[in-house]
């Protein structure tokens, strides 16, 4: 890299974080009510430009100096890319724009003082903040990218869009917050993360802008999550995209949980500061992220057809799509969820709930099971392709591209919670929204490649449709509800071991550690055995938990000892056979069981 270029790749840099540094401290100059903390400008006092020393004047001067330190940065930068940027323009007037931006960013913050910190003024001079945040990022994301050109991203096209679109959403969603903050609407809602006992508030005034903020970070979030889940699985992914990615949804995930400090604490000045911090960071991450994107996808040119993206060679008809859809949302897994869910409803009511609340839960249910199986099949498509048995899912036989099939995970999984907390409850949703979370994030891109114990932990995901049905009905949780998560739970290991049991060899070529590819047969057949006394013995701890009468305990009696019996032959013999028989049995038996649950709930 030529002497000039790296100088002002090392300006651009500096610039960016300063600029981020000087709007963290006026986070913190506006949380604690430092901003008329010098009363005149340039000068701090009058008749002098240093502070007299009380906090105020010394957090809104170092506001001051640092601003002053950004100008000389922008400068040098503007400067440097006049000398080394000349052939890039998208470089070069970016670069030189940063200077007055910056000027204009002081001129205002001389007109908030001037103003008694009026509200408009305030919203004004935070907007300006973004473009010059903007500007400096994109210019300094510019400059790796210019260093890191020879790496090719996969879906570059794609995923570009994808990060612009997210920066988009979250500048819009800032911008929202500013005249939030300005018409000082922060407490409208004072019971996050309802508004007023209730999803969809009374809209209107002050209101809407709260509800219209708390929209635009629930989409942004989605979005964020959606750029954070391509970058690591698409073709040749490229390592910043992946880092960049990342941070933004953890910064994301934070920022969430301090925005509801600030209604907890009512609006206490660390949370206030902390709120304003972290929106700086996000915003930068996500416009470093788009314009990384976009240099990386003028840098090589995209492949004319991307083998793992096409549907084949014709277009498929309107019922073959459809089918693929709905078999990317695995309907017999979706279906056995839910024979969970209506037996926990009836306990939870000790008779029939209203058949429109069972329909509407199962409806939701079915949406957020459909999802997060969606999300599973676009992130699992490499391995599907080696293994026999899932050879012919919607991926990858190309029915259906990778990235339609995430985007209609997300969108079920939209749709699932809002439907949820809206014909249902908000408890309900959110145990729903859990549910898609940890079977995604938990289960499939952690554990699934990484231990024998995956189909152990990752069951929790399988066991929430009885939490979810429990939850509809109370609006609460309660120990019977935890015991018939318990059942789903440890239920799930032998279930899953002894069809795992058959296709070990597609595991072993797929490199995914199932218990008997890492430990053997023997000891498979010897853990089926152990978990299903521990299945015996939780099935029967509902008798007392949940005042449950005859039915159910004479059926989790012999049910239950059926199974026992069943994985003793198996461990006993060790015959293909009786293992594919218990596998049989065991969806035989869980429906049983609940079914049990729902009759002696009935009588």
């Known amino acids: 890299m030529p002497v000039s270029r ?43 430009l240093f502070p007299s020393g009380t906090i105020h004047s010394l957090i809104e001067f170092s506001h001051r100096g640092m601003a002053f330190l950004v100008a000389v940065l922008a400068a040098l930068t503007g400067l440097a890319a006049i000398r080394s940027e000349r052939r890039d323009p998208s470089v070069l007037w970016p670069a030189v724009l940063a200077f007055p931006l910056v000027m204009a960013q002081a001129g205002l913050g001389a007109v908030v003082v001037a103003t008694d910190l009026d509200a408009w003024w305030v919203t004004a001079h935070f907007v300006v903040a973004l473009l010059l945040i903007a500007d400096v990022t994109y210019v300094a994301g510019s400059a790796v990218a210019q260093e890191d050109g020879d790496v090719a991203y996969g879906n570059n096209r794609s995923f570009s869009r994808l990060a612009l679109a997210t920066a988009g959403v979250v500048g819009l969603l800032l911008l929202v917050g500013t005249y939030v903050r300005a018409s000082g609407a922060q407490l409208v809602f004072t019971d996050w993360p309802l508004m007023d006992g209730r999803l969809v508030p009374t809209l209107g005034g002050a209101a809407t802008a709260m509800f219209l903020h708390r929209m635009l970070a629930g989409a942004a979030v989605l979005l964020v999550l959606w750029t954070a889940i391509r970058a690591r699985t698409d073709t040749d992914r490229d390592p910043l995209l992946v880092r960049l990615s990342t941070t933004a949804l953890v910064l994301f995930v934070v920022q969430i949980m301090v925005g509801a400090a600030n209604v907890w604490t009512r609006l206490r000045p660390w949370a206030v500061v902390a709120h304003v911090a972290l929106a700086v960071l996000i915003w930068t991450t996500v416009v470093a992220l788009a314009t990384v994107a976009s240099r990386l996808e003028t840098a090589k040119p995209r492949p004319e057809q991307d083998a793992d993206e096409t549907t084949g060679g014709e277009r498929p008809s309107l019922r073959d799509t459809v089918t693929a859809y709905y078999r990317l949302t695995k309907p017999r897994i979706v279906l056995l969820l839910l024979i969970t869910t209506v037996p926990a409803m009836l306990l939870a009511a000790r008779g029939l709930p209203s058949p429109l609340l069972i329909l509407a839960t199962l409806v939701g249910g ?35 591209a990778p990235e339609h099939a995430l985007r209609f995970g997300f969108v079920l999984g939209a749709i699932a919670f809002y439907f949820l907390a809206v014909a249902v409850n908000v408890l309900a949703a959110v145990l729903a929204l859990s549910a898609i979370a940890f079977y995604v994030f938990v289960y499939t891109m952690w554990l699934k490649r990484t231990t024998a114990q995956n189909i152990v932990i990752g069951g929790a995901a399988g066991a929430v449709p009885t939490l979810v049905g429990w939850a509809a ?67 029967l701890l509902l008798v007392p938990v949940g005042h449950m009468g005859p039915v159910y305990t004479l059926a989790a009696v012999v049910l239950g000892g059926s199974f026992v019996y069943r994985s003793l032959q198996v461990w006993r013999t060790g015959d293909d056979a009786r293992t594919r028989r218990l596998f049989a049995f065991s969806i035989l038996y869980l429906a049983g069981l609940f079914a049990a649950v729902g009759v002696d709930a009935l009588l």
């Open 366 to 400: 079915a949406l957020a099971a459909g999802s997060a199986n969606s999300i599973n099949m676009y992130l699992d498509r490499d391995i599907d392709a080696i293994m026999r048995r899932t050879r012919q899912r919607p991926l990858p036989s190309h029915a259906i």
């Open 473 to 539: 009905v109370t609006g609460t949780l309660a120990w019977p509800a935890v015991v018939l998560f318990g059942i789903v739970f440890v239920w799930t290991p032998p279930h899953f071991w002894a069809l795992a049991m058959r296709f070990s060899g597609d595991y072993a070529a797929a490199g995914v550690p199932m218990l008997p590819v890492v430990r053997g047969e023997a000891e498979t057949r010897r853990q089926i055995l152990l978990y299903s006394l521990v299945l015996f013995a939780t099935t």
């Open 6 to 48: 790296s100088r002002f790749r090392l300006l651009a840099l500096a610039t960016a974080i300063a600029t981020v540094v000087l709007f963290a401290i006026g986070g913190l100059v506006r949380g604690t009510g430092s901003g008329l903390g010098c009363s005149t400008w340039p000068g701090c006092e009058p008749g002098r």
